[in-house]
């Protein structure tokens, strides 16, 4: 078990490298791949049991962390296991994304690596504290006395330790004591029968004077009036009542006073009501969790209660059978994690420009979705994003992807073709696996990785390529297709 685990960007590895040497030095263990990793251990599990063991989870936050779609997973994943996050800062890069929603709040440290202060005597410190509260916490909630039928009170050890008396005066003692507890007892005995024969005469007397107490005839006429005096007052003011809410809704013409709307805000251009979502605030923000109607047209609106809507929570459609059509606020940056998931009769979403990040299996099994809009403002489509869109024929892939993960769009059995952008960097395994209707593609010069098995299945496809740093990925590819 270490207490940290150490997130970064492979491009940011050597002063990774040197912060895991400085906390390791000072008397910390630290976690960091690949180090950490032994050889034929599975990645993906090596990094979660990490993260679940570690006792601080530490990122360093970066340019090119912010891309990484590998330290993305990792926060979300030290989100969800509660653990206490530290954000190392080392540029200028602002928040953004998933990284602004997870690490809002956290304690920031922001340094100038140019100025060779790195601030690790003070983050240190800080660590040890984190570290020694949590050990203090764990302690208080396993210090329990147990307590058993068979043993002694402690505080009778102490007493009987402490006595220099003859043991015939501790004998005396004993015999006084259980006389005291017997007498007590007997007590006890008689106070609860005295106060059950009280009980018993108060019962009885109460039922006397409930058959003495009769009402007279006058008395009985002024309660009749009294209650229907009563009745005709409460049927005045539910008739004023409706009468008020007639005035009040033909002068603002319904806007506000709309049962369907909740009272929560109005309902511009076919927005959705607010009643059919569940949202909560954070730092003056709304992030809508999930759809509860069953509306096949969807319009998430870009405000709440006059507050902005910045993110979605992931699964906020997760297995929705109603949903066929979506259109997303303009405000948001990502498409969360199984947003979409297995929604079998969606056929249509508006992705807005703005959304950066296109979330693990975001739109899995959308069986209905025909053609996807990929804005320009997203950079990365996460693993199994579309995976299993089967009448996904048409994708217009934004000119500034860089990273297509694993198994993103296989088995993708109706896409014919699609121009990847000269912005990509890498493609996962399997990302164009089993297609089996694409019949050519072409890798873009700036590549820098892609996985041999990227299109297995894909019997006739024709792949172009220039001659460049990635030609053995390409001859794997190849190789791979020639032995399918």
């Not at 997973?73 to 989100?79: F, R, S, T, V, Y």
């Not at 602004?100 to 003070?122: A, R, V």
């Not at 330790?161 to 005291?180: F, G, H, N, W, Y």
């Not at 949202?279 to 923000?285: F, L, S, T």
Request: proline share 3%; hydrophobic share 35%.
């Amino acid at each position: 078990m270490a207490n940290i685990f150490l997130s970064h960007s492979t491009i940011d590895g050597e002063l990774a490298n040197y912060i895991c040497e400085s906390f390791e030095s000072r008397g910390l263990s630290c976690w960091i791949a690949p180090r950490n990793i032994r050889p034929g251990e599975d990645w993906a599990s090596s990094i979660t049991n990490a993260i679940s063991e570690a006792d601080v989870f530490f990122i360093l936050y970066s340019k090119h962390s912010i891309k990484s779609s590998q330290c993305a997973k990792e926060i979300g994943i030290a989100d969800r296991k509660k653990k206490y996050i530290i954000p190392y800062k080392i540029d200028d890069t602002e928040p953004e994304g998933a990284f602004d929603y997870y690490l809002t709040g956290c304690q920031w440290f922001i340094i100038d690596p140019s100025t060779g202060e790195y601030k690790m005597d003070e983050l240190c410190d800080a660590i040890k504290g984190v570290i020694l509260q949590k050990y203090d916490e764990e302690q208080q909630l396993t210090e329990t006395v147990p307590v058993q039928n068979n043993v002694p009170d402690v505080r009778s050890e102490v007493v009987l330790s402490q006595t220099v008396e003859p043991r015939i005066k501790t004998d005396m003692l004993v015999s006084q004591s259980a006389s005291k507890v017997a007498a007590k007892e007997t007590a006890s005995v008689k106070k609860t029968e005295s106060v059950a024969k009280t009980v018993r005469k108060k019962t009885t007397s109460a039922k006397t004077q409930k058959t003495i107490r009769k009402r007279t005839k006058a008395q009985k006429e002024r309660r009749n009036l009294l209650i229907g005096e009563i009745c005709v007052l409460a049927l005045i003011c539910i008739v004023g009542v409706i009468g008020i809410t007639a005035v009040i809704r033909s002068v603002t013409g319904n806007e506000n006073a709309s049962s369907e709307q909740g009272g929560l805000f109005n309902k511009p251009n076919g927005t959705t009501s607010a009643k059919y979502f569940e949202y909560k605030e954070v730092d003056g923000y709304i992030i809508v969790m999930s759809y509860t109607g069953t509306d096949g047209n969807v319009v998430i609106p870009s405000e709440i209660d006059g507050k902005k809507v910045m993110a979605l929570g992931g699964k906020i459609f997760f297995c929705n059978e109603y949903v066929t059509s979506v259109e997303l606020p303009e405000t948001i940056v990502e498409i969360p994690t199984y947003a979409f998931y297995k929604c079998t009769n969606l056929e249509k979403v508006v992705i807005p420009e703005g959304v950066k990040f296109i979330g693990m299996h975001a739109f899995e099994e959308c069986t209905s979705l025909t053609a996807v809009q990929i804005p320009d403002s997203v950079v990365t489509i996460g693993d199994f994003a579309f995976c299993k869109c089967t009448n996904l024929s048409d994708v217009k892939m934004s000119g500034n992807v860089q990273s297509i993960g694993m198994y993103s769009f296989s088995n993708c059995e109706t896409l014919s073709t699609i121009a990847l952008p000269d912005t990509l960097v890498s493609v996962g395994d399997m990302a164009f696996a089993y297609c089996t209707s694409m019949s050519e593609i072409t890798i873009p010069v700036g590549i820098e990785s892609i996985s041999a098995n990227a299109f297995s299945g894909c019997q006739d496809i024709t792949v172009y390529y220039d001659d460049a740093s990635y030609m053995n990925d390409i001859s794997a590819i190849v190789e791979q297709l020639s032995e399918e």
